[in-house]
């Protein structure tokens, strides 16, 4: 079990064309994708050594999820 439980990425759902494509709004997801973790400056090596989930499935790109890393990182830190 990782010891960051509290970390989770939030994505956008999938937008339902059977409900005329209407934003469904957020919810967790799976991990990470590469390009936040290159955006605050980790690789996949060192991100997976911190315990943090990576999706490699995804390629968005969220400003809240660098904010949440970057916070998660000031944290580490100190």
Do not use: C
């Amino acid at each position: 079990m990782s010891h960051n439980n509290e970390l989770k990425p939030v994505v956008k759902k999938p937008i339902l064309r059977k409900h005329g494509g209407i934003d469904q709004g957020l919810r967790n997801g799976r991990g990470f994708s590469i390009g936040e973790l290159q955006a605050i400056g980790l690789n996949y090596e060192t991100a997976k050594r911190l315990g943090l989930k990576i999706d490699k499935r995804r390629r968005s790109v969220h400003e809240w999820n660098i904010k949440i890393l970057k916070e998660y990182l000031e944290k580490k830190k100190s």
